[in-house]
C-alpha cells in the first residue's frame, strides 16, 4: 500500500510531484541510441525539487507534534529548501525562518520575504556550513521558539524522493531507466532516487555530481571533501561521482536555454555536463537527471552576467 501524502487534500500542496520528464533533443542528438532526460523540477509550486523534502520534513514535524505552541520552523538554507519551507508555512499557518549565506541571489531572497519568511543572512565565505552553524545556535539559544528541521540530517528529506520522485521517473521512462544522475547537496534527492531505483532495478547506475572547485558558482551543489558531510549521505550508494567545472555548467545553462528553450539554474546545468559524459561512453540506455529549479532565480547572477 503507498505511504500516505503528507497533507493530502490540502488544494495547493497536492500540486508538489508529478513534473515532466523531457527528452533532449539539440544539446544531445535526439536520435542517438541512448536518451537523455531531464526531470524538470522549476514545476513545482515553489519553483523547486526542494518542495519535495520540504513537504515530508515539515508534515512529519506536525504529526509528531514538534511545532505546537508557536514554533517556527528553521533551518539552514542555498535558498530553495528555505523557499519551499516559506511556501509551506504560508499554506499551513507555521512561522518559518532560514539562515542562509548573504549572496544568494537576490531573487531567492526577495521570494523568501515574499513568503512572509525571516531571514537571517550569514557570512558568504563560510557558505551553507556558516549558515548550518547559525541556526544550530539560534535553536539551542530558543529552543521553545525554534524548531531546527536539519535538512542535511532529517531521514524525511530521503523519503520524499524514495516515495515522490524515484516512482515517478521509473514510471515516465516504463522502467527503462538505465542511469540516474544528480547533484549532490543535502544529497537527499540522488539517495532516495537512487534507494527506489535499485529497489526496482539493481543494475541501475547511480552518479552524484560535485563541483571541481572547492569556491565555485554552483549554488546548492557541494564538494563533500570540503564541507560537513551531511548525516543522510552515504557514497557507498553511488556507483560514481563526477566533478564538473563552474563554467562548463554556466555555459550549458545557456545553451539549454537557447536550444531547447529550458531555462535552468547552474546546479541544473552541471547536472546535465554530467548525464551528457555518461551517455557519452555507452552504446544503449536510458540516462535520466534533475533539473533542481528554474533559471529565472539566477538571472540577476554571474551566471548571466557575461552571456
Not at 572547485?213 to 560514481?240: N, Q
Not at 536510458?286 to 554571474?302: E, F, I
Request: proline fraction near 6%; aromatic fraction near 6%.
Amino acid at each position: 500500500m503507498p505511504a500516505r501524502r503528507p497533507f493530502a487534500g490540502h488544494p495547493w500542496l497536492d500540486l508538489i510531484g508529478g513534473t515532466p520528464l523531457v527528452r533532449l533533443r539539440r544539446v544531445w542528438p535526439e536520435d542517438a541510441p541512448v536518451a537523455v532526460y531531464v526531470k524538470v523540477e522549476g514545476f513545482n509550486p515553489g519553483g523547486s525539487v526542494k518542495d519535495r523534502p520540504a513537504l515530508y520534513i515539515v508534515g512529519d514535524a506536525v504529526e509528531r507534534g514538534l511545532l505546537q505552541g508557536g514554533r517556527r520552523i528553521l533551518d539552514a538554507t542555498s535558498g530553495n529548501t528555505g523557499i519551499a519551507y516559506a511556501m509551506i508555512g504560508a499554506a499551513l499557518g507555521l512561522g518559518v525562518t532560514v539562515c542562509m549565506p548573504s549572496n544568494a541571489s537576490l531573487e531567492r531572497q526577495r521570494t523568501l520575504k515574499a513568503y512572509g519568511a525571516e531571514i537571517i543572512l550569514t557570512d558568504p565565505l563560510e557558505g551553507t556550513e556558516g549558515a548550518r552553524h547559525a541556526a544550530r545556535q539560534l535553536a539551542q539559544e530558543e529552543p521553545e521558539r525554534y524548531w531546527l528541521a536539519d535538512q542535511y540530517s532529517n531521514a524525511a528529506n530521503v523519503r520524499a524522493h524514495v516515495e515522490t520522485t524515484g516512482p515517478e521517473i521509473w514510471e515516465q521512462t516504463a522502467g527503462t531507466v538505465t542511469h540516474f544522475v544528480a547533484g549532490i547537496g543535502t544529497s537527499g534527492t540522488v539517495m532516495g532516487v537512487g534507494q527506489y531505483l535499485k529497489a526496482r532495478n539493481p543494475s541501475i547506475q547511480v552518479i552524484g555530481v560535485e563541483p571541481l572547485e572547492t569556491l565555485h558558482g554552483l549554488e546548492g551543489l557541494k564538494r563533500m571533501d570540503a564541507s560537513e558531510v551531511p548525516a543522510i549521505f552515504d557514497p557507498l550508494r553511488l556507483d560514481g561521482r563526477m566533478e564538473i567545472p563552474t563554467e562548463e555548467g554556466y555555459r550549458m545553462v545557456h545553451r539549454l536555454a537557447r536550444e531547447e528553450g529550458i531555462l535552468a539554474g547552474g546546479s541544473g546545468g552541471a547536472a546535465v555536463v554530467a548525464a551528457l559524459r555518461v551517455a557519452s561512453g555507452l552504446s544503449r540506455g536510458v540516462v535520466v537527471t534533475v533539473l533542481p529549479d528554474s533559471g529565472s532565480r539566477y538571472l540577476s547572477t554571474a551566471i548571466w552576467r557575461d552571456a
